[in-house]
């Protein structure tokens, strides 16, 4: 088995999560996060993304802060169209916060087009509501300590690992 992991983000800084996993031929995206913070950093965002994200076979994403998931509605915005794998916990959180993620860029496109202040005629949001919409699509929620294969030599366990809260189901 040939193994290589590639740090797409989240090197030399502490946001825009991205590692490329290569197992043979499977290319598994660990995290797809958006880069937050400075401008520089934000600039990062509207980059080409470093291989065609039609070449990635599944997305894991370790938890649903926007530094390691909003990047996901990009991605499907630039023709992924393959499964998102994240907890059920996670799950619930990205459908709130990829929407408001993109109401957001929408609004902000809107209001640099209203004042002037983008050095683009039009400026552009990253992705919008409908790219979110879509992303969520891609969304396969699984249990936390339960096995699950992404291919035959590849299975993944999610963990709690106190990063962020998990609220226990009431029944």
């Known amino acids: 088995m040939n193994v290589r992991v590639k740090f797409l983000g989240g090197a030399q800084s502490v946001t825009g999560s991205k590692y490329l996993l290569e197992i043979d031929d499977f290319k598994v995206l660990i995290d797809c996060g958006l880069f937050q913070g400075l401008k520089a950093l934000r600039l990062r965002n509207w980059e080409d993304f470093p291989i065609d994200v039609k070449e990635i076979d599944a997305i894991v994403l370790t938890h649903a802060h926007l530094d390691h998931s909003g990047y996901v509605p990009r991605m499907v915005k630039q023709g992924y169209k393959k499964n998102v794998y994240c907890t059920e916990a996670?799950?619930?959180?990205?459908?709130?916060?990829?929407?408001?993620?993109?109401?957001?860029?929408?609004?902000?496109?809107?209001?640099?087009?209203?004042?002037?202040?983008?050095?683009?005629?039009?400026?552009?949001?990253?992705?919008?509501?409908?790219?979110?919409?879509?992303?969520?699509?891609?969304?396969?929620?699984?249990?936390?300590?339960?096995?699950?294969?992404?291919?035959?030599?590849?299975?993944?366990?999610?963990?709690?690992?106190?990063?962020?809260?998990?609220?226990?189901?009431l029944k």
């Open 90 to 169: 996670t799950a619930a959180l990205l459908e709130v916060m990829w929407l408001d993620s993109a109401k957001l860029q929408e609004e902000e496109a809107e209001f640099a087009k209203k004042k002037g202040y983008s050095k683009h005629k039009n400026p552009l949001a990253l992705y919008d509501q409908n790219d979110a919409e879509a992303a969520l699509k891609t969304i396969i929620p699984k249990l936390f300590n339960k096995e699950f294969k992404l291919n035959e030599k590849i299975s993944i366990i999610f963990h709690p690992a106190g990063h962020i809260l998990v609220l226990p189901q």
